[in-house]
């Protein structure tokens, strides 16, 4: 049962125009959320989060919108560049530090 | 800056094998975790510590274990290994409690072969 839901596995988006990511959660006791991204070979960095008494977080050309009555967030990037080319994976936190991931989007930006 | 280490990049086991992951960490971290991320089923929890020989069981534990004799510390075993656990595992630490300091710092993977 998937609490954290990345419904699109795969992005493409030309360079320089906006990348849209979602994510849908299940569990009304999420009450921080964050984005994850991912390089091949590489270990998750953290992106930038959110808390669930907010609706928008801005960093640079990365927000993330939340959504708490539909249970949805979405990660937007903009412009996109190539370098943002990776997997980005959503990640929810309910109860004493569990982190829930989803099962990650992976977006390519073309140049 | 922090950093996370593991032992290993690349393994390969054979079936029945024992195996350790070890994980290692320098910010004097509390939590440590250790994930498994397989294609179309993203990173799953197998283990964490919020302290020195401390451990909980994540969403899939069965079939490992887990050591933490040290705050900086924490191993992942595998005791008899099987082919479905080919697998990339990922150990993660992070501050504790405060949740806008929810941010897990992941080392680089071990990618996981069992033959």
């Known amino acids: 049962d998937q609490q954290v839901k990345q419904n699109s596995p795969s992005l493409s988006v030309q360079e320089g125009r906006i990348s849209i990511l979602n994510c849908d959660y299940t569990?009304?006791?999420?009450?921080?959320f964050l984005w994850y991204k991912k390089y091949p070979a590489e270990g998750p960095t953290f992106l930038i989060s959110i808390s669930s008494i907010k609706d928008k977080n801005e960093d640079g050309r990365f927000t993330v919108f939340l959504n708490k009555s539909a249970k949805h967030l979405s990660l937007h990037i903009v412009p996109s560049q190539p370098g943002d080319s990776a997997v980005y994976f959503c990640a929810a936190v309910g109860g004493y530090q569990k982190v829930t991931f989803g099962i990650g989007t992976k977006l390519q930006v073309i140049p | 800056d922090v950093k996370v280490t593991q032992s290993s990049r690349y393994l390969v086991k054979r079936t029945g094998e024992k195996v350790f992951l070890e994980c290692v960490q320098d910010m004097d971290h509390e939590n440590m975790f250790w994930y498994r991320q397989d294609p179309g089923l993203g990173l799953r929890l197998i283990y964490f510590s919020y302290d020195v020989k401390m451990k909980e069981k994540g969403d899939i534990p069965e079939g490992y274990s887990v050591s933490r004799e040290k705050k900086e510390r924490f191993s992942l075993i595998l005791e008899s290994a099987s082919t479905n656990q080919t697998s990339m595992y990922l150990c993660a630490s992070s501050f504790p409690s405060q949740r806008d300091q929810e941010t897990q710092y992941f080392g680089p993977g071990t990618r996981l072969l069992v033959l």
């Open positions: 569990n009304s006791m999420f009450d921080y």
